[in-house]
């Protein structure tokens, strides 16, 4: 228990590094200085000390959506594990609740997009809700293969199969052994996940974070409204999910386990910092797709996560 409130703690404290990595990345790679590293812990600190202000047209669910929206993804990091670890909460069908929570989180931003009454951010929204029609189903056929794939994989600390429903427990199941059995449903997986890792925060190809333009704004129009703690609070929410999905295509990419837990840490710490430098090498040598295409892609990725559910059953008939 003790390892996985470190775990939790790193999440909440280390997800803004991340972006920092990200930042500094595409800075080096375009030939300037960049930010510091700990620029987002700065920028945090400053909103968090100024004041707010407010539309007469919006009502109050406009002023609690950031804060809901944080909850939801801060009680979802209570049922990612990390490293070899389980999770702070961890129980069967965890997995389920795990996606409502990031379904929750987008449903209030979505939200409080629309209570501001402004065509700009009700266009933000609609964008918003085309990607999570496609993304949500995406990832929930994602980890229930995982768990598939984990309860064949002669992993069985219970002896109950119903038990890899849980997040914690089909994630210490995938290691180099399950990917020597099952390594086509996985790399199938990766596809997919890295689809849903790119879309659901905002990063290149899907949207340009470096831009301000109506024709390439998604989530950033939608909180065109929002200022000081309000603001932060929904910065600071983006970073919590980058380091959810993140964590999830890490422990799916990176299947090596030992027996001691701060080494298995270490390890997958650094896999998410090599992540997020791999992700500022995409940006920074990708372009934006265009908007009609965003459908395309995200259903090819729905397809192939589909096709490594199938491959998974299959081979349980077949065995």
Known sequence: MIISIFHLLLCWLGSPLLLG??????????????????????????????????????????????????????????????????????????????VALLALSRLMMIIAALDTGSAFEGMGASRDIIIAMLTEPTLMLTVATLANVASKSGFSPTGLEKEFLSLSLFHTAITLET????????????????????AENARMPFVDPSTHLELTMVHEVMVLDHSGPDLGLIQYAQMIKFWLLGSLFIGLSVPFRTTVPLLDTGIDFIAMIGLAIAIGIIESSS?????????????????????????????????
Do not use: C
Request: no cysteine.
């Open 21 to 98: 990595v990200i930042q500094r990345t595409k800075a080096k790679l375009a030939g300037r200085q960049g930010p510091p590293l700990l620029q987002n812990y700065y920028d945090l600190w400053k909103l968090m000390h100024k004041g707010a202000v407010f539309s007469d047209s919006t009502t109050i669910l406009f002023r609690l959506a950031p804060g809901i929206s944080l909850a939801s993804l801060l009680t979802a990091s209570l049922l990612l594990p990390f490293g070899q670890s389980e999770a702070v909460i961890s129980f069967a069908g965890d997995f389920i609740l795990f």
């Open 179 to 198: 990917w020597s059995q099952s390594g086509i449903v996985l790399l199938l997986l990766l596809m997919p996940l890295s689809v849903i890792l790119l």
């Open 287 to 319: 372009a934006r797709i265009r908007w009609q295409h965003f459908p395309q892609l995200l259903i090819s990725a729905m397809m192939l996560a589909l096709m490594a559910f199938v491959l998974g059953l299959e081979g349980i008939i077949y065995k």
